[in-house]
């Protein structure tokens, strides 16, 4: 058990550190379009995106898959500059839910194979793999909630309460979205 709780630390402040904001900046993207009204929806996308993040690392933590970093470290901005993306042109009646749920998966397998090489180094000593892995997706899924908490209220005071018009909201913060993650793709280009 004292594994168990190393490796949900790990699972939290992998999500939270602030040196690895990639991922907060695409729960941010994910989040946008949503109100609390559609909370539900927003938590299960997220959680989605955790199962299929650790799908990855299960995989690497067992050596069934393998990958270029520098590859995936350009992806993982790619992914949220597709989300940004989707916020701009798909939102409305032309985002489907299947859609979404789609490119969530993707993108959760995607960051998750950012880690993977770093996870399966981790996990190297470990007897029983399915403990901290067990751990990590619960540190994930704790830190996640708490930014959608985060980026859900303060969208519902910017848009409710100071008056923002929503849709002018979504796509200043979607374009700003876009703008860093275009910024962080060149930064990782791996050609």
């Not at 058990?1 to 630390?9: D, I, V």
């Not at 500059?81 to 409305?92: I, M």
């Not at 985002?95 to 090489?117: E, V």
């Not at 303060?154 to 200043?172: A, E, H, N, Q, W």
């Amino acid at each position: 058990m004292e594994n168990f709780g190393f490796y949900g630390e790990l699972g939290l402040f992998h999500v939270l550190d602030l040196q690895g904001y990639d991922h907060v900046l695409f729960l941010m993207a994910l989040a946008l379009p949503f109100g609390w009204p559609q909370w539900k929806r927003v938590f299960w996308l997220a959680t989605l995106f955790t199962i299929a993040h650790c799908l990855s690392l299960f995989l690497a933590a067992f050596g069934w898959v393998s990958v270029n970093e520098g590859l995936v470290e350009f992806l993982i901005p790619v992914t949220i500059l597709l989300t940004a993306l989707f916020n701009l042109y798909l939102t409305g009646p032309k985002a489907t839910l299947r859609t979404h749920l789609l490119a969530t998966a993707l993108f959760g397998w995607i960051h998750g194979l950012g880690f993977s090489n770093y996870f399966r180094m981790l996990m190297t000593g470990e007897t029983d793999k399915s403990g901290p892995l067990f751990g990590f997706a619960l540190g994930i899924e704790a830190a996640q909630l708490l930014v959608l908490v985060v980026v859900l209220s303060l969208s519902s005071l910017i848009t409710g309460y100071m008056g923002l018009d929503r849709k002018r909201y979504v796509r200043l913060l979607s374009l700003a979205i876009a703008g860093v993650s275009i910024w962080l793709a060149v930064k990782a280009w791996p050609f």
